[in-house]
């Protein structure tokens, strides 16, 4: 067991953990932060997609030892304020995309991450971002439209 | 191969046979009954549920007094309207992505004429006396619930009327409702206000109030977002695996990797000195697959010490009785036994297949074959179970929440009195949660520790411990005459059996489905090779793999005879009528054609692109599929585009029902494409979705759906819809390279995406 010091979405967390364990876990169980979901634990499904200093990984592969003092960001702290919701999440309410919902949280962080890369992505763009996010449910069409639609914005806003 | 029977797998196979007819049954659950409560009833029935949600519930007048009198009103379980307007209303059955929690309340809220921006949704407690069937399976959720939800909402309405009508002196008759508000000419009352006015009148019955017509529809059948979309994409902790209780523990628990494993003995004291680790035990269990089976469970105060622990736990199984299982030795007996034209047991024989083969013009013979699949829910199977002050107390992701309450009472030697459930958002069902064995087993640790439990099964037990479904061989023989009509079907089915005398759940193929009573000549067979592996109802149950089957090899016959697949398809519906299943085939044509439409069916297509057609019925509801495809010289394919043509009765969410059409598209191709399980020697080969390929982003094709509307009586979407989806694209694949494929999944046939 260690005293672990973490950024976890603008605040500064403590979690004494063995260091070994991976972020997901931390998030879930000591920080209470369930938003980053289990799938696979192997780093095949993207549930666990957070972002450590803006790049999407997946949390349950990464110990946490390997992301003291780097930002993380989860879906939970996506969203400007509680008011405001990222335009990736506001376009993910327009389309509908969620079905049972369970691997939305690890789509929008990829998505977010490509976003902030990639302000115009192409569909082949889209593809390649988000090929490690699994959805079992098969909402690919509407994960698609969203992203178009949330670049969209991003671009309005800008101009 | 292990052909012993065992007597544990049998009763509880039957169990699941009986499953699936429950959920596919055309019988309405109890017609709804205004529940009437008298206020001991009333506290009970808040007890029961939890306290503060439903705290406010009003059951008559009697109730609201109970209530505390805030002058809401609440003339029944469903839907209580604050004197300030809010309208909640409570969705019975579990939401498992198919979109009831947004379907239901919609189906309310058009019959109580209410604007769907005053309503507030809430999942409603676990208690079938009140709410009636609060499952979801076999695509029944809108069906059962259809009528029962309609009356909850105008009986609501009625009264409303009456209470403004009172207050107005005028007859109710000349009222009208509409946005929350009841109208008498000039006149408008907010339902809000009107709230504390019809709480105190008597509830109607609700078989006498007046239903509205479907052109009288304000609400439904247009494209509503779902009721908890802001708290998935916030991340808010809804599913199973995200409930967390004060001084709540994580277990996991072990079970014999072939199934019908028992402990002999476990490194307990080992385990036990982890870091972590709380406490480690064996459970006998009672076993059956859909409650306990033995295992040793270990409970520790994190998720990952329990998952580290697992890792070093040494468990000595007594495997005598367990299953042996060797998919390569059932696939051989079973090609083998294909070379047989009839198997060991017929179903159905009509006409005289054999003269009709005999005269022929044209007979096609081809053996069909399809592995084992696993439902791979994105959400593994947990649960969350307390047990105190004498009763079990369980936060679960299940499919059956009102099943459940007499299963896990059963499986934990309790009262079902002294079982209670909440039922949370499921991450994923397609039928692995009807069964409720994850729960019964935290139940069963529950009951051993002194604090809470959550159990929470990695992704290789999930794969592990499925109730497959069923892989299956059919061995096809068909003949055309001279004018190019088909006369004659023959089908040995091999498929297995847990108890030697019925299919097993899951792997039967009825006589009266399509083609049998379409065609002058057909005959149905199987033979059934035992297994211990189990099996289950997964999205679709049979139609998922079956309609692959039957519609490619209809295709196979239109390209013998030289005939248009469609024309050919429209030549063997017939006449418009209804055959004994259900299957109308005056709609299946409709739809039929609507796909080939909309698709442009017979338009010329890029070279090495390829159409095809298939149409299925099943779960009440009729969906024709077109896909478009091309293969390249190296056998990719590409599935560019798919149109689904549904006639599911009308619609209730737009979105919703889109969006199920759309996910069975993704479902059925993943399937097909490279999903395949095996076992040998009793053990599941595949451990995680490196080995169980489910469909990325880059493969997915363009969706579209396009519903008929009709009269009939409204069906949900979310199985119907997939059967259609294999056919279709393999015969586009035929149409695009000339490879009739024959064997799932694609991969086998040395396809890849
Ligand atoms: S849980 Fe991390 S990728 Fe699946
Ligand atoms: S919405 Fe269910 S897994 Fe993606």
Redesign the interface.
């Known amino acids: ?1 260690a005293s672990i010091q973490l950024r976890v979405n603008g605040k500064s967390v403590t979690a004494d ?2 260091p070994a ?2 972020l997901l ?1 931390v998030l ?3 920080l ?11 780093a ?2 993207g ?1 666990c997609t957070v972002l450590v200093d803006g790049k999407p990984i997946r949390a349950c592969t990464t110990p946490v030892s390997g992301v003291t003092g780097q930002a993380i960001t ?3 702290g ?2 400007p304020s509680t008011e405001k ?1 990222h335009p990736l ?1 506001q376009a ?3 389309h ?10 690890g789509q ?1 962080m990829s998505a977010s991450a490509l976003l902030a890369s990639n302000p115009k992505p192409t569909d082949a763009d ?3 971002a ?2 490690g ?12 439209a969203a992203i178009h639609s949330a670049a969209d914005t991003l671009a309005r806003r800008k101009a | 191969m292990n052909a012993r029977v065992n007597d544990t797998d049998m009763t509880v196979d039957e169990t699941l046979r009986q499953l699936i007819g429950e959920m596919e049954s055309s019988a309405v659950s109890a017609p709804f009954r205004a529940v009437k409560l008298d206020r001991r009833s009333f506290l009970k029935l808040t007890g029961l549920a939890g306290g503060g949600l439903v705290l406010g519930f009003a059951m008559g007048s009697d109730a609201v007094a109970a209530a505390g009198g805030d002058g809401a009103f609440a003339p029944n379980a469903f839907l209580r309207i604050a004197r300030d307007g809010s309208i909640l209303i409570y969705s019975k059955g579990p939401e498992i992505g198919q979109g009831i929690k947004t379907a239901f309340p919609l189906i309310i809220a058009e019959e109580l004429d209410a604007k769907w921006s005053d309503v507030k949704v809430e999942q409603a407690p676990v208690n079938p006396a009140v709410f009636g069937r609060q499952s979801a399976g076999g695509s029944r959720s809108i069906p059962d619930s259809w009528d029962q939800l309609r009356r909850a909402g105008a009986v609501a309405r009625q009264m409303l009327i009456a209470a403004a009508a009172a207050q107005w002196k005028v007859p109710a008759g000349e009222c009208s409702a509409s946005d929350s508000m009841v109208t008498h000419g000039k006149r408008k009352a907010a339902y809000g206000a009107l709230a504390s006015k019809a709480a105190a009148l008597p509830v109607p019955d609700a078989a006498t109030v007046k239903l509205k017509d479907r052109k009288e529809y304000r609400l439904l059948g247009k494209w509503y977002t779902g009721v908890d979309n802001r708290a998935v994409v916030t991340g808010k902790p809804l599913f199973g695996i995200d409930q967390t209780l004060p001084g709540m523990k994580i277990a996991v628990y072990q079970r014999c990797p072939a199934t019908g494993g028992k402990v002999r003995s476990a490194n307990l004291d080992e385990i036990r000195q982890l870091p972590g680790v709380r406490d480690a035990f064996v459970i006998e269990g009672n076993g059956k697959t859909t409650e306990i089976m033995p295992g040793v469970a270990i409970v520790a105060d994190t998720t990952w010490a329990a998952f580290e622990a697992r890792k070093k736990l040494r468990v000595d199984w007594d495997e005598s009785a367990a299953s042996k299982d060797s998919w390569k030795d059932l696939s051989k007996r079973a090609a083998e036994l294909a070379k047989l034209p009839t198997g060991t047991t017929t179903l159905a024989n009509i006409g005289n297949v054999d003269e009709a083969l005999k005269g022929a013009a044209k007979t096609v013979s081809a053996l069909y074959t399809y592995p084992f699949v696993s439902h791979a829910p994105l959400e593994p199977q947990n649960c969350t179970a307390w047990s105190h002050d004498g009763i079990v107390e369980f936060w679960s992701p299940t499919q059956t929440a009102d099943r459940a309450i007499e299963t896990a009472a059963g499986a934990l030697g309790i009262t079902p009195d002294k079982v209670k459930i909440h039922q949370t958002r499921v991450g994923g069902g397609f039928g692995r949660r009807l069964m409720n064995d994850y729960m019964c087993e935290a139940g069963a640790i529950a009951q051993k520790v002194a604090h809470p439990v959550k159990l929470v099964w990695t992704r290789e037990q999930d794969l592990a411990h499925d109730f497959f479904r069923a892989g299956g061989f059919h061995s096809l023989t068909g003949s055309v005459d001279a004018a190019g009509k088909l006369t004659g079907w023959r089908n040995h089915f091999i498929t297995f059996t847990h108890d030697g005398k019925a299919p097993s759940s899951g792997a039967d193929w009825p006589a009266n489905q399509f083609p049998g009573l379409s065609l002058p000549n057909y005959q149905l067979s199987h033979t059934l090779l035992p297994i211990r592996t189990p099996t289950g109802p997964w999205r679709a149950p049979r139609s998922c793999s079956v309609a692959w089957v039957i519609q490619s090899f209809l295709h196979e016959l239109a390209v013998a005879a030289g005939r248009d697949h469609r024309d050919f398809l429209l030549e063997v519906m017939g006449e418009p009528r209804i055959l004994d299943g259900g299957l109308n085939t005056g709609r299946a044509a409709d739809v039929i054609k609507l796909a080939c439409e909309k698709a442009g069916w017979g338009k010329t297509l890029p070279k090495g692109h390829g159409m095809g057609l298939a149409f299925h019925f099943s779960h009440a509801g009729h969906i024709a599929e077109v896909a478009e495809v091309s293969v390249d010289e190296n056998k990719r394919i590409r599935l560019h585009r798919v149109v689904v043509a549904g006639d599911i009765g009308p619609i209730v969410n737009m979105s919703g029902a889109n969006n199920q059409c759309e996910g069975a598209v993704v479902d059925g191709f993943s399937t097909m494409m490279g999903l395949e399980i095996t076992m040998e020697n009793g053990l599941i080969e595949q451990t995680n979705f490196h080995q169980y390929p489910l469909l990325r982003i880059g493969s997915h094709p363009k969706v579209e759906v396009h519903f008929i509307q009709s009269d009939n009586p409204p069906t949900g979407v979310g199985e119907p819809a997939l059967p259609p989806v294999a056919p279709a694209i393999a015969n586009a694949i035929f149409a695009a390279c000339g490879h009739r494929v024959r064997t799932l999944p694609l991969t086998k046939e040395g396809f890849t995406v």
Do not use: H
């Open positions: 067991m953990v063995d364990t991976p876990w879930r169980d000591s209470g932060l369930v938003g980053t979901k289990f799938g696979c634990g192997m095949l499904c549930a989860t879906i939970e996506l969203a919701l999440q993910w309410i327009d509908d995309v969620p079905q049972c919902g369970y691997c939305q949280a929008l889209i593809d390649a988000m090929a996010n699994i959805c079992r449910c098969g909402t690919y069409q509407r994960v698609r």
